[in-house]
């Protein structure tokens, strides 16, 4: 376990039928700032916590789904106007999140998309609308009319987050009247069986390579346009933010280079 990583640990509520996720996330939100500090991404102050919370939802949800299975999250906020983009990835243990503001729509109500990918399966699509002012309560709404089961999120500490999802015959009366206080007492009150341990890391994996394959097929149709006179262009990751920057001598190379199909090299 690297320092960077962090460990969430799921668990089963005996008696309850309900699985309980749970994990301190002060190293996960530091890598996030330092990454955005290393691209010098500004995130104004009042949707700060709506990505803190989605990088949570998103990493606890991953924790109670398959190995292998990766999904993206696009939460649209009409107030704070705001678009919130979080991923995880099972197979590598890696989470990502990302706040946009300049491009976002003004809406009169919140959208949640979600983007399922598991082994070889086709990806699924979800989509939802939802009345809501923050991450964790539109991860409810979105579990409720999609998942078709009810999710439930809890502050044990600022850094410190729990979700419990119910699982079949959940007692659904005990789930929904929980309260913070519950939950701080919930070992206490609940037989709770340690179900499993998995690592994440605030890790998007781009770079040059699979960017320059994002840009390759534009840049076949219009390199004129793209580049406009100019010898290099500015790519941002859309998952993360991440800025790359592209010379048209490297786009030229990367498009007369045959791909390897034993290893690709795709966004």
Known sequence: MNDSDIEIRTYFARGKNALVARGDFSELYASWYLHRLDYGIDTPPEVEDLGRDALA???LHCASRPWGEACAWTIKFPTP???????????????VARVVTDDAALIEKGMFYSDVVENMK???RSVVDFQAGTVFEA?????????????RFFRHDEEDIVMIAAQPDCDLEWLRGLTNEGVQALDQNVELSLLEKRQ????????????LDFIAPVFRREAEGLFGGDTSLTVTCPRCGARHVLTREALEARCAQETDPANPDTL
């Open 122 to 124: 086709p990806p699924r």
């Open 57 to 59: 939802a998103v990493t």
């Open 200 to 211: 994440f890391t605030f890790s998007c994996g781009c770079n040059q390579g699979r960017m």
């Open 81 to 95: 106007r705001a678009n919130i983009f979080a991923a995880g990835d099972n197979n590598t243990g890696s989470v």
């Open 139 to 151: 991860v409810e709404i979105f579990y409720d009319r999609s998942e078709q089961r009810p999710v």
